[in-house]
């Protein structure tokens, strides 16, 4: 499984940006999907997560509530993290992961996609 995410950028105060990641690969299904940013100097963070199968969101990091929005595309195996008001906090390389498992199995594996630069200037 490749996880293929794409969307960062500079963007000023107050502006939006929107990520996406997609996964590919055969005899696969998805468990889970979300974003994890990590700043200079800080620990990755999650920041969105949602449940594959059910669609529901499981945790939104506590800054970000309100002005991200993680959303799914199930056809194209593709998440989207819609990034509103961004803040210079916000600054940071994002990546994706998806937990997954080959059909049949029962063991969940897990993959990180590149990291994809935001930048919030003020």
């Known amino acids: 499984v490749q996880l293929q995410a794409s969307g960062g950028g500079l963007v000023q105060t107050g502006g939006s940006l929107r990520l996406s990641c997609a996964a590919s690969?055969?005899?696969?299904?998805?468990?889970?999907m979300g974003w994890y940013r990590q700043a200079p100097g800080k620990q990755r963070e999650s920041v969105a997560t949602?449940?594959?199968?059910?669609?529901?969101?499981?945790n939104y990091e506590p800054s970000v509530q309100g002005r991200f929005t993680i959303s799914t595309d199930a056809a194209k195996k593709t998440v989207h993290l819609q990034m509103n008001s961004l803040k210079s906090e916000d600054t940071a390389v994002y990546f994706c992961?998806?937990?997954?498992?080959?059909?049949?199995?029962?063991?969940?594996?897990?993959?990180w996609g590149r990291g994809t630069q935001v930048t919030v200037s003020s």
């Open positions: 992961h998806a937990r997954w498992r080959y059909y049949g199995r029962t063991y969940v594996r897990e993959n």
């Open positions: 690969g055969s005899g696969f299904s998805l468990e889970s």
């Open positions: 949602v449940d594959w199968n059910s669609g529901v969101v499981t």
